[in-house]
């Protein structure tokens, strides 16, 4: 494997994570557990039913933007790497840039704490993943980079 599908795969493996990390914490959000004044910038200090749909719908959006990401780093097994999945993940990477700077911008210290360090290397993986020249793994390539784990 070269050192740039290498580079690709860990860094969809990463965002990975991350992704499914915000999915929960928008999850949480959705259901009072977390503050809401932890997101949305800090300027809503009461959960309202909008709120919790618009949590709702960042959990959706995230997890498109996980598998979008994944075929992109070539970890979707036969799946090929068309012209929109790259331009998907180069939107999504605009995306995550503007909504790093949106965290550094709120007025809540405790989602730029949570939240800002996961934007952060979401975007970097994101970053890397859109700059890959990864192939989608075959079944055959799956199964000998489990064994070599």
Not at 67 to 83: F, K, N, P, Q, W
Not at 101 to 107: D, T
Request: overall charge positive; hydrophobic content about 50%; charged content about 15%.
């Amino acid at each position: 494997m070269k050192t740039s599908q290498k580079t690709s795969r860990i860094a969809g493996n990463a965002a990975t994570v991350l992704y499914a990390l915000t999915i929960i914490l928008q999850l949480l959000l959705a259901s009072g557990i977390i503050p809401i004044t932890m997101a949305w910038g800090g300027r809503e200090p009461v959960l309202t039913t909008n709120l919790r749909i618009a949590s709702l719908a960042s959990a959706a959006l995230l997890l498109f933007f996980l598998y979008v990401i994944r075929r992109r780093a070539g970890l979707v097994r036969d799946a090929s790497i068309t012209l929109p999945i790259k331009v998907l993940s180069w939107l999504i990477s605009a995306f995550s840039a503007l909504n790093f700077l949106g965290i550094l911008a709120s007025l809540s210290n405790g989602e730029k704490i949570l939240f800002g360090p996961i934007s952060f290397v979401l975007l970097v993986s994101c970053i890397l993943v859109s700059l890959s020249k990864s192939e989608p793994q075959s079944p055959a390539a799956f199964k000998s980079s489990k064994v070599e784990r």
